[in-house]
């Protein structure tokens, strides 16, 4: 293996402690990401973490079991922010929604975020998932700056209050979106 490219990578994910991305041949559930703590002609060992940043335990992986690796792509990028960070994922918001009526819960609630406009929301509108922040609210609808799953910037979209049938605030994946929304906009 010495002398070919994947000998460099792992070398310098060991050396430098490089984030990097691995695919196993056979295996349908993603792949692994952290830093080669040691490796041999026939093993890496892997320091993995979990897609929040945490450290997620050492993993001995065969070289033969390979197929790719990722480099300095936007997702390594991403991550080395995550574990850098991964104590802020830890802090839920100070908001917390208040509820007056009943019949007007959806209304109530986004006018509450359009005030908090820091505050990032993930949204159930007509049976899918949309994560943002609220920017402006009328009576019937509302301005949402949507967040991908990895804190990209999806542009501003305009939803129908009525077609919102769940609100999510503060777990996990919206935190990590949160974090790497302001790390693209490099307000951390």
Not at 160 to 185: A, C, G, Q, S, Y
Request: with cysteine.
């Amino acid at each position: 293996m010495e002398g070919t490219l994947f000998h460099e990578i792992l070398a310098k994910s060991k050396a430098e402690k490089e984030i990097i991305g691995i695919w196993q041949y056979g295996d349908d559930n993603g792949f692994l990401s952290g830093y080669v703590v040691d490796f041999n002609e026939d093993l890496v060992v892997f320091q993995h973490f979990t897609k929040y940043g945490k450290t997620d335990g050492i993993i001995t992986l065969q070289v033969a079991g390979i197929q790719s690796i990722d480099v300095k792509d936007d997702y390594a990028k991403a991550m080395e922010c995550l574990i850098e960070y991964s104590a802020i994922l830890e802090k839920e918001s100070e908001f917390k929604p208040q509820l007056n009526s009943t019949e007007e819960w959806q209304s109530e609630l986004i006018n509450q975020l359009a005030e908090n406009s820091e505050t990032l929301v993930s949204l159930e509108i007509n049976g899918g998932y949309f994560s943002g922040y609220i920017k402006k609210a009328t009576e019937t609808d509302f301005e949402m700056n949507c967040v991908g799953k990895m804190g990209e910037d999806e542009g501003n979209v305009i939803y129908r209050i009525e077609n919102v049938t769940e609100f999510r605030l503060h777990d996990w994946d919206d935190r990590k979106k949160d974090l790497l929304f302001k790390w693209r906009k490099a307000s951390l």
